[in-house]
């Protein structure tokens, strides 16, 4: 099911279209971008984590 997720370093995920609202995340207030992974990886390899990675 498509979700909705922040390319920034909070690595925030929304069920709807919307945009970042973490206050320490660079991509603050721009628009998440749509993700139809089915593992939460969103395609990037890493694996879904609250902690502070880094994201290249
Ligand atoms: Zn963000
Ligand atoms: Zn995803």
Redo the contacts with the bound molecule.
Sequence with gaps: MT?Y?CAGTCGGVSDKPGSCQAEECPLKGQELEP???ED????NGTPVDDDEEDED
């Design positions: 979700h997720i993700c139809t992974c939460g990886r969103h395609g």
